[in-house]
């Protein structure tokens, strides 16, 4: 910084542009070193690209000492590509727009084309949506779970303070806070399930307890698309349920993701239903899911998919690998309840990467590069990791479609370990262990897929598409319905139709016009 004072000083430019943070290598310009420069040089024209930067943080462009702020809206501010904005600070002098235009060819300096208007519209959305995104929300929750001491299933159930009681009663809480700030929008309830011990990892009789809020869907309010996060913690043994187990980002961090995404998605109307669920016993187990599966098919809840956020808050590998772009959605190939004559028809029509899990997994890619095109969400086809299963897999049992989001880079010495100090290495789930603009980043990859599927239209049931037929557009296919091969159709298609050629038509007609 010194080094560029003393060429400003040296040369006395007109005008000094920069990126507010570097795209290369990450690095934040300091601000207050920005306001120094025109302190001492008033009349110097400070142009800012604030594309890496806009949506990160709060920002005070007014008192910035900034002039022009330009920036792309398609980063940070989620609002997809073809837009942006320029901010003026109004103390800027109008002599530094003083210009012949005679003597310019504006073909250089402004793209002709024509403007995406609704590409305007995502912005604004996008703006008045992420001012209520908060990493200051995320840190204070994760903050506030980890200082329970230990959140394992069987610890403490009556102390206010401590235990996982305590945090699950404040998990409640939230809710109801976020829910008494939408007109009562959130129905919050614990969903219980009564588990005899076993020689494994349930040393004693238990009530596991989730904490469910259902933003109801005003279409389809028996249609869910569920998102949450783990409720418990542990140390290295699985068993101990007394000592300090802060859980910090196993799974802290995706917890408070779930009520990060609450609190946003709240202030909205959707079609479907969105369910926001803290989920116990995952260490354990798995016994959380498992009953809240087995209720959600008893009570025959129709479940578009589930996200489980497990660990989205660290980007430093134990393998010293930094990362805070990359995260990984893991699913398994086909459902696990797949009937013998499917899994022969796959020998000879393939769709062995085709289950529905899977589907999930690609729309929310999909959703990702669209929307936050910075990010660069890792497909992993598989379940979880090697020998692993994540609180998605109970729904996945039971044929839901179920995908687990999580950090690309994991460090082993945080997870799962008593917190000490061995040979210079920290070991321990701690708060310290935490990016939270990262897992800002990861709520919002859940948030854009909640919203998404939340307006979705309702699947369509036994349709069958020939081969090399074509959809176009966003059309609404009805139950029942049968397309040829080769056929492509421009219109909605009604239930229990069968339809051919192209323009597709009723099968009767298209044969009665092509005698």
């Known amino acids: 910084m010194n080094e560029l004072l003393n060429e400003i000083k040296k040369k006395?430019?007109?005008?000094?542009?920069?990126?507010?943070?570097?795209?290369?290598?990450?690095?934040?310009?300091?601000?207050?070193?920005?306001?120094?420069?025109?302190?001492?040089?008033?009349?110097?024209?400070?142009?800012?690209?604030?594309?890496?930067?806009?949506?990160?943080?709060?920002?005070?462009?007014?008192?910035?000492?900034?002039?022009?702020?330009?920036?792309?809206?398609?980063?940070?501010?989620?609002?997809?590509?073809g837009n942006g904005f320029i901010s003026i600070n109004p103390s800027c002098s109008p002599n530094h727009f003083k210009m012949d235009i005679n003597s310019y060819n504006l073909s250089l300096i402004f793209e002709p084309g024509h403007l995406d208007t609704l590409s305007f519209g995502s912005l604004l959305f996008s703006l008045k949506t992420i001012s209520n995104y908060g990493i200051k929300n995320i840190e204070s929750d994760i903050k506030k779970l980890v200082s329970f001491g230990t959140r394992h299933t069987l610890s403490d159930t009556l102390s206010i303070t401590t235990g996982i009681g305590a945090a699950r009663r404040w998990i409640k809480k939230s809710f109801k806070d976020i829910s008494s700030n939408c007109n009562d929008c959130l129905e919050v309830f614990y969903q219980k399930n009564y588990f005899i011990k076993n020689k494994r990892r349930l040393i004693k009789d238990v009530w596991i307890n989730n904490v469910i809020a259902i933003q109801r869907g005003l279409v389809n309010p028996n249609r869910y698309i569920i998102?949450?996060?783990?409720?418990?913690?542990?140390?290295?043994?699985?068993?101990?349920?007394?000592?300090?187990?802060?859980?910090?980002?196993?799974?802290?961090?995706?917890?408070?993701?779930?009520?990060?995404?609450?609190?946003?998605?709240?202030?909205?109307?959707?079609?479907?239903?969105?369910?926001?669920?803290?989920?116990?016993?995952?260490?354990?187990?798995?016994?959380?899911?498992?009953?809240?599966?087995?209720?959600?098919?008893?009570?025959?809840?129709?479940?578009?998919?589930?996200?489980?956020?497990?660990?989205?808050?660290?980007?430093?590998?134990?393998?010293?690998?930094?990362?805070?772009?990359?995260?990984?959605?893991?699913?398994?190939?086909?459902?696990?309840?797949?009937?013998?004559?499917?899994?022969?028809?796959?020998?000879?029509?393939?769709?062995?990467?085709?289950?529905?899990?899977?589907?999930?997994?690609?729309?929310?890619?999909?959703?990702?590069?669209?929307?936050?095109?910075?990010?660069?969400?890792?497909?992993?086809?598989?379940?979880?990791?090697?020998?692993?299963?994540?609180?998605?897999?109970?729904?996945?049992?039971?044929?839901?479609?179920?995908v687990r989001i999580m950090e690309a880079h994991e460090n082993y010495n945080r997870q799962h370990q008593d917190i000490r100090t061995e040979n210079g290495i920290e070991y321990g789930d701690v708060i310290s262990g935490v990016n939270f603009k990262y897992a800002k980043k990861l709520t919002a990859v859940n948030a854009i897929n909640l919203a998404s599927l939340g307006w979705s239209p309702e699947e369509p049931k036994n349709v069958k598409i020939g081969g090399q037929a074509g959809i176009s557009g966003h059309l609404k296919i009805g139950d029942n319905v049968e397309i040829a091969g080769g056929s492509g159709v421009i219109k909605d298609i009604p239930d229990n139709s069968k339809v051919m050629g192209y323009p597709a038509k009723n099968i009767r007609e298209f044969l009665k016009d092509n005698r």
């Open 12 to 81: 006395l430019p007109n005008v000094l542009i920069f990126s507010i943070v570097q795209h290369i290598d990450g690095t934040l310009i300091d601000l207050d070193f920005i306001k120094k420069i025109k302190n001492e040089f008033p009349e110097i024209l400070i142009i800012a690209d604030g594309t890496q930067f806009c949506g990160t943080k709060f920002f005070d462009f007014k008192n910035s000492n900034i002039d022009i702020l330009i920036s792309s809206g398609y980063k940070w501010m989620l609002g997809g590509y």
């Open 227 to 402: 998102m949450s996060g783990d409720i418990d913690s542990r140390v290295s043994d699985p068993n101990n349920y007394t000592s300090l187990s802060p859980g910090a980002n196993d799974n802290a961090s995706g917890m408070a993701g779930v009520i990060e995404a609450a609190r946003v998605l709240s202030k909205y109307k959707f079609d479907n239903s969105i369910i926001y669920v803290g989920l116990s016993g995952e260490e354990q187990g798995l016994y959380g899911g498992a009953g809240l599966a087995n209720y959600a098919k008893k009570n025959n809840w129709e479940i578009i998919g589930i996200l489980n956020n497990d660990m989205i808050g660290n980007i430093e590998g134990v393998d010293g690998v930094i990362d805070n772009l990359s995260f990984r959605i893991f699913s398994e190939p086909t459902p696990a309840n797949e009937s013998e004559v499917s899994i022969k028809r796959r020998r000879f029509y393939g769709g062995e990467v085709d289950g529905n899990s899977r589907q999930l997994a690609r729309y929310i890619h999909n959703t990702v590069r669209k929307y936050m095109p910075e990010m660069n969400p890792m497909m992993i086809y598989r379940l979880d990791r090697f020998g692993r299963g994540g609180h998605h897999r109970p729904f996945n049992d039971l044929g839901y479609a179920g």
